[in-house]
């Protein structure tokens, strides 16, 4: 994973981000409680939680545009709060409320970020405009949010930055769009630069994302690889099996594994509807000895997963899924 480019400018193998007991609090509010996670070079990681969780405070702190109360922040090996503008400079951000006023054209307004924080290569914005499909030539003021957006996502693009920071990077952009954007990010990676991006949908994470860092109420409730945590999700499970005696297959579901039983018997016929959070072999077993017609087992969904860990306390993940090698996409980095 760690490719030449991954080891970065300053030559350092270090995480690209690294969050250390970080506490923020606003008046009496804690809006961080003792967070801790490290983002790995060379991979994608989805922030991610409800409302108000401190996914923007936390990029806010990690950029140095807010301090924290404790703890501490690291930025390709950097702290956030010495780098100054060197490390501003290996960092891509893309903040969450983009204002972008004035008679100034697109083209305009990044030759002045590229000033700021260039160098960058010849012909590359007119790249990044081309496959956003943004005309650079009309003022910033007349663009419409998905295409403000935009603007935003090349000037955090533009410079190839070894850390990418983007807080709701696809917000009010269109499908196709979106879909242009997930393929850069993956592009981001595949260079050995990082990318951490926060996000409410959750398919995106599902496509862009190696691992989640899940933020509830300031803390964090999880941090794993996002086939771990999708595997660790209800599979609903349709089941259609011939039956002649109801009490004896009820026994037989019983040792299958399933929750959330329904049936339905009609003319010796038993359709069945229930979910599955455990492993496949009890279900298995339970009916190799039965008169199956149908079995319809669906794909885990990372939603259904990630929805538990936003409302309750309940650990997502089945024990003993959530060891991996280091390297591996389903990393645990906690
Ligand atoms: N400048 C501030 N002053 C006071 N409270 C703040 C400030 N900034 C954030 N907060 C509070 O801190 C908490 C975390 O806010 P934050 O914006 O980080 O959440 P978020 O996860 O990004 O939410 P969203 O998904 O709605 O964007 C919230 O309760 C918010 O009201």
New binding site residues.
């Given amino acids: 994973m760690a490719s030449t480019r991954a080891q970065g400018r300053s030559g350092s193998t270090a995480n690209a981000i690294d969050v250390v007991s970080l506490t923020k609090r606003?008046?009496r509010?804690d809006?961080l409680r003792a967070v801790d996670f490290t983002v790995p070079r060379g991979s994608v990681y989805g922030l991610i939680?409800p409302?108000?969780?401190?996914?923007?405070?936390?990029m806010r702190i990690l950029l140095d545009i807010i301090r924290s109360t404790s703890g501490r922040t690291a930025v390709a090996g950097t702290d956030s709060r010495t780098g100054g503008p060197d490390l501003r400079r290996r960092i891509g951000y893309l903040p969450?409320e983009l204002i972008l006023q004035g008679r100034i054209t697109g083209r305009r307004l990044l030759s002045h970020y590229a000033a700021v924080s260039g160098p960058v290569p010849p012909g590359r914005i007119d790249e990044l405009a081309e496959r956003l499909r943004i005309d650079l030539d009309r003022p910033v003021r007349k663009l419409s949010k998905g295409n403000k957006q935009k603007l935003g996502l090349i000037q955090a693009f533009m410079h190839d930055p070894e850390v990418l920071i983007l807080d709701e990077p696809t917000s009010g952009l269109d499908p196709l769009i979106q879909r242009e954007f997930l393929g850069m990010v993956k592009e981001v990676r595949d260079e050995g630069r990082t990318v951490l991006l926060?996000s409410?949908v959750i398919s995106e994470i599902q496509e862009a994302a190696d691992a989640v860092v899940i933020?509830r109420d300031?803390v964090v409730v999880e941090v794993a690889g996002v086939e771990v945590l999708r595997r660790s999700a209800v599979r609903r499970v349709r089941l259609q099996v011939e039956t002649r005696d109801e009490r004896a297959l009820d026994a037989d579901l019983a040792e299958s594994g399933l929750t959330a039983v329904t049936r339905h018997v009609r003319d010796g016929l038993a359709d069945v509807q229930a979910e599955l959070g455990g492993p496949i072999r009890p279900l298995l077993r339970a009916l190799a000895t039965l008169p199956v017609h149908d079995l319809v087992l669906e794909e885990p969904d990372l939603q259904d997963a990630v929805l538990r860990l936003y409302g309750t306390d309940r650990p997502a993940l089945v024990p003993g899924d959530a060891a991996v090698g280091a390297g591996d996409s389903d990393e645990v980095a906690r």
């Fill in positions: 606003f008046g509010h809006a939680g409302n108000g969780a401190g996914k923007t405070t936390t969450g926060s409410h933020l300031g």
